[in-house]
T-cell receptor
Framework: DQQVKQNSPSLSVQEGRISILNCDYT??????FLWYKKYPAEGPTFLIS?????DKNEDGRFTVFLNKSAKHLSLHIVPSQPGDSAVYFC?????????FGKGTRLHILP | DAGITQSPRYKITETGRQVTLMCHQT?????MFWYRQDLGHGLRLIYY???????DKGEVPDGYVVSRSKTENFPLTLESATRSQTSVYFC????????????FGSGTRLTVV
């Protein structure tokens, strides 16, 4: 049973526009949520996280929103740049470990 | 070099053989993790370790064995490799708890023929 779901396998966005990546979860006991970015042939790199007691966290062009009642979080990238083309993984922490979604491939179009 | 390194980078092995993937980190992070990445499944946790000599199962532990005799090393062994274990394997480490992002290695691409 998938506890962290990314229902969009891919997303294409024009350069300069906003990219919105979505994630749903089922376990209300998750206490931290994270986003990772992955380029081909490299390991994932940590982007941004949010505590379950907050509803927004911002870091430069990246903002994560958390809606606990809907068990939904989203990552906003503004403005989108060519280097943002990658696979983005949503993740949630449960105890000592992190559970990942399947990922969304983001294509930034020129 | 400081960081987390995995070896080998690529490995081809035959069904039934034992193979060990290595992971080494230089930060003395307490936590270390092994994930596998497969198309359609994302990243799935195999095993993790909170400290030397402490290991625990993740989502998909069957067919794998881990050990952690030293803080800096966390090898993953496939006791008798199967084709379903063909995957990209990532090791990660974390200084304390889960609210910090993990640092991942570059991965090992394993093919079982």
């Amino acid at each position: 049973d998938q506890q962290v779901k990314q229902n969009s396998p891919s997303l294409s966005v024009q350069e300069g526009r906003i990219s919105i990546l979505n994630c749903d979860y089922t376990n209300s006991m998750f206490d931290y949520f994270l986003w990772y970015k992955k380029y081909p042939a490299e390991g994932p790199t940590f982007l941004i996280s949010i505590s379950s007691i907050k509803d927004k966290n911002e870091d430069g062009r990246f903002t994560v929103f958390l809606n606990k009642s809907a068990k939904h979080l989203s990552l906003h990238i503004v403005p989108s740049q060519p280097g943002d083309s990658a696979v983005y993984f949503c993740a949630a922490s449960e105890g000592d470990k992190i559970i990942f979604g399947k990922g969304t491939r983001l294509h930034i179009l020129p | 070099d400081a960081g987390i390194t995995q070896s080998p980078r690529y490995k081809i092995t035959e069904t039934g053989r034992q193979v060990t993937l290595m992971c080494h980190q230089t930060w003395s992070h307490s936590y270390m993790f092994w994930y596998r990445q497969d198309l359609g499944h994302g990243l799935r946790l195999i095993y993790y370790s909170a400290a030397a000599d402490i290991t625990d199962k993740g989502e998909v532990p069957d067919g794998y064995v881990v050990s952690r005799s030293k803080t800096e090393n966390f090898p993953l062994t496939l006791e008798s490799a199967t084709r379903s274990q063909t995957s990209v394997y990532f090791c990660a480490s974390n200084p304390t708890g889960r609210n910090y992002g993990y640092t991942f290695g570059s991965g090992t691409r394993l093919t079982v023929v």
